[in-house]
């Protein structure tokens, strides 16, 4: 089946401006999460979703960062007032019941 | 709070050759220890995963050995191939969550 798909693959924006980042996860799959990869950097944590609830936040870096998922399935992250260091790939990945996380390929992010 | 350490950042070999890569975490409570690879431009991929009540696993060229009493985990690459180049991530996790290490960057030389 289809796998984890995230859009746009690019984003360049200026900075101050808002940008929204979408997920869809594997058909299914009740658990969703999303990463910001910096380069140099690991995969580090931003939310967690179970079905349209999120337990976990305690990664977002500000206020400026928040996310919704609707119908348990599709995930938007949204970075309002972008600045230079939210350059990075974000990552989004679902994962059923205990089983792997499947990662989608990313979007990249540039703010000028 | 919880942390993982991985290292070594960066590991060059020659192909046929082995590659180890190790991780340290601090919770006690992890039961979850997937490894993961990411090529160049590509999304992260498991490879491989291994589950507190086992020590070792083995897929292959594949292995991860856990110590639950050292809190550490490894990965081992067995007769490394080109194909193998890639950043490779552990994870540790429990419940729901994964906690990623920085990544190694291992290069095989053909």
């Known amino acids: 089946g289809a796998g984890v798909s995230q859009s746009p693959s690019n984003k360049v924006t200026e900075k101050g401006k808002d940008v929204e980042l979408r997920c869809d996860p594997i058909s299914g799959h009740t658990a969703l999460y999303w990463y910001r990869q910096s380069l140099g950097q690991g995969l580090e944590f931003l939310i967690y979703?179970?079905?349209?609830?999120?337990?976990?936040k305690s990664g977002l870096p500000s206020d400026r960062f928040s996310a919704e998922r609707t119908g348990g399935s599709v995930s938007t992250l949204t970075i309002q007032r972008t600045q230079q260091e939210d350059s990075a790939v974000y990552l989004c990945a679902s994962r059923r019941l205990a089983d792997e996380q499947f990662f989608g390929p990313g979007t990249r992010l540039t703010v000028l | 709070g919880e942390n993982v350490e991985q290292h070594p950042s960066t590991l060059s070999v020659q192909e046929g050759d082995s590659a180890v890569i190790k991780c340290t975490y601090s919770?006690?409570?992890?039961?979850?220890f997937p490894w993961y690879k990411q090529e160049l431009g590509k999304r992260p991929q498991l490879i491989i995963d291994i589950r507190s009540n086992v020590g070792e696993k083995k897929d292959q060229r594949i292995a991860v050995t856990l110590n639950k009493t050292a809190k550490h985990f490894s990965l081992h690459i067995t007769e490394t191939q080109p194909e193998d180049s890639a950043v490779y991530f552990c994870?540790?996790?429990?419940?729901?969550?994964?906690?990623f290490g920085k990544g190694t960057l291992l290069t095989v030389n053909p």
């Open positions: 919770d006690s409570a992890s039961n979850y």
């Open positions: 979703f179970q079905g349209n609830s999120a337990p976990d």
């Open positions: 994870g540790w996790g429990s419940n729901y969550k994964l906690t």
